[in-house]
């Protein structure tokens, strides 16, 4: 049996590098003299070459709409900026390769690309694989993004840096801007106790919530277990006068939620992150129940910022393009802003290219699809305004 | 006034855990078994309602018709299946495959309607009720929740004292052999005890997914375990045993949920379980059982 797979991939292989060698032989020369060139030619300060930048995310499996979408965003951005002129004159040249969303898979996708020759990486996409490539990146020192990875963990190494918000900054960012638009000053929050995910956010969310002058006049959990009945947290909710519930949980048990507190007459604005995005697809969900929701998802595809995006994508890939489309889309639009500021060129070691790509990534600026004037901070986090959405008409609405 | 609105949810809460823990008591009480596939059924019993009432847009009452046959059926099957052949084995062997069941329906219900949780509409459109000047506002589910629950209840204890076949259910629970002996036909009595409880789960499923609108194939399991808890809180194999465990939990859960934390509810139901049973084993109204030597 081990032998029969052990050929067949052997036999797979073959094929492959087969069908890589017959379809661009021509190419493969082209780059390899263009990269003579540019190590002649750096010697005289002009700059010419490829930077190659992988992209890793989970191309097939269960989540395999996120890496697809983060490949095609990236995909569509290096395309836009070869077609302008590259970077500085210099091309971009992307390659994606699946992790499946495991761990494992991804350092393998992570050694598979640095064969190629990936100078930086765009990904993964999930935040496990993120954690576990982000450890091997850190010893090449190799200049990371991530477009998606939202546990603290994925930007811990100085290397790493990110497009999303880490899952705790929904919550801060959440409390400022109910806090900065005037949505509400009594507050209450009914949180999943039983995620990581949902108890980080509503922890930063009540931190914050005080230096913006909002009373959490209820604060009330459930857990796994229990993600059915809310009648008792509404009611409190209810009780205490909130005018705002803030649910940073999933959809689905925010569905629930929506049905019971319209049960009870109970009409606050219900306030939730990026895991309410979706809600709308909930099957046999009346969407009238959502009306006036409120979300914080730092992308929109009907907004005007992003129609071009999105009627570029959808010629492309043929899909409607979500937010990690877009937030891969504004990482390579960061690489390219970060390599126009440091001066990089790609015949620098990928340590040295790293360094000088860190330097720069905190001086600039980009106005993104996810965010108008993204910055990023050394730690890796980025810092752009939080977009919220509005659900009106049972469609998003940009605030 | 926010206490007695507690309180009203905790007894329609109670009222379902209740009307599935009749289920438990009953099978347990006669053929002497946990019938842990029990909540799953309520689960094929709310989507039997889901896919006649949203999918195919029939009218409700029809969908609980249906969900009633489809369970009643399923619970006969399961038990000709899976339980009857195992009469004589060790109680232990019964348990294990009560428990196969269990999985085998939440995998083969996975299958067919995936995992993704729907939105179900409630198949009771009985308005809400206004009391005191709209302060106190008691939902139509609720209510219909709670009679049916003591219409179900009173239904049950009539048919078990006044009918033959009720009398039989009584013979057997007491003593199979003898049973036997007297021209009962036990297996009959079993089937009959599954399909009522089984029945009774259709109904529980319509009223738990009318009042919490989520179905997912793992909606049964846990208002199972806590309907079994019930059960045993009340003293197993005793019906009115099983109302009074059924509306204490139910109560219990809502007021701590309320009064000490959303977060440890679970936690204080089981703990008053453990305490209960440390003082009397045999459950609230659990007969004495002392064996003889």
New interface residues.
Partial sequence: MKKLISLSLAAAMTVSLTACGGSQPAETTAAGAAADATTAAAAEGSAEGTFKIGVIGPLTGPAATYGLAVQNGADLAVKEINAAGGVNGMMLENKAEDDEHDPEKSVNAYNTLKDWGMQMLVGPTTSKPCIAVAAEAATDNLFQITPSGSAVECVANDNVFRVCFADPDQGTASAKYIGENKLATKVAIIYD?STEYSSGIRESFVKEAANQGLEVVAD????A?????F???L??AK?AGAELVFLPIYY??A??IL??AS???FAPVFFGCDGMDGILS?????TSLAEGLMLLTPFSATEEGSKKFTSDYVAAYGDEPNQFAADSYDAVYAIAAAIEQSGATPDMSISDLCEAMKGAMTEISIDGLTGAGMTWAATGEPNKAPKAVKIVNGAYEMQ | MSFLSYLINGISLGSIYAIIALGYTMVYGIARMLNFAHGDIIMVGGFAIFTIVSTLNLPPLLGILVAVVVCTLLGVTIERVAYKPLRGASSLAVLITAIGVSYLLQNVALLIFGSNARQFTSVITVPNLKLAGGKLSISGVTIVTILSCILIMVGLLLFINKTKTGQAMLAVSEDTGAATLMGIDVNRTIATTFAIGSALAAIAGALLCSTYPSLTPYTGSMPGIKAFVAAVFGGIGSIPGALIGGVLLGVIENLSKAYISSQLSDAIVFSVLIIVLLVRPTGILGKKITEKV
């Fill in positions: 106790s009330e959990a459930f857990t277990d229990s993600n059915t009945d009648s008792v947290q009611d409190k009780e689905q048990e569905s629930v049905k019971q049960d009870k007459e909930v099957e046999n969900f009346d």
